[in-house]
């Protein structure tokens, strides 16, 4: 069983910036594929961003250059850098992991409850 606890969040203007972090209590965190989902009210939950096992990484396409993802596996956390930030970036984020690597959009079996972002035009 991996718990994972999200921090960070906040309200910020447009153009600002925030770090979410997410600290999971695995012994082997270096182990999992992580990754960050988002959901806004009324909408479904998407895919951010992820990061493998090795370090390689991937973005949806509306966070693309303006987000990063990164992982301390030392200190078991994760992090989600997010620069420019947009009123339409306004969710509750979400990190989670997944033990089976492979594709990084899919296999998440671990959530958080979630930060939430705020973002004000």
């Known amino acids: 069983q991996v718990q994972l606890v999200e921090s960070g969040g906040g309200l910020v203007q447009a153009g600002g910036s925030l770090r979410l972090a997410c600290a999971a209590s695995?012994?082997?965190?270096?182990?999992?594929?992580m990754g960050w989902f988002r959901q806004a009210p009324g909408n479904e939950r998407e895919f951010v961003a992820a990061i493998s096992r090795s370090g390689g990484s991937d973005y949806s396409d509306s966070v693309k250059g303006r987000f990063t993802i990164s992982r301390d596996n030392a200190k078991n956390t994760l992090y989600l850098q997010m620069n420019s930030l947009k009123p339409e970036d306004t969710a509750v984020y979400l990190c989670?992991?997944?033990?089976?690597?492979?594709?990084?959009?899919?296999?998440?079996?671990?959530w958080g409850r979630g930060t939430q972002v705020t973002v004000s035009s």
């Open positions: 989670a992991a997944n033990p089976y690597g492979g594709v990084l959009r899919a296999g998440y079996i671990y």
């Open positions: 695995a012994p082997t965190f270096s182990a999992y594929a």
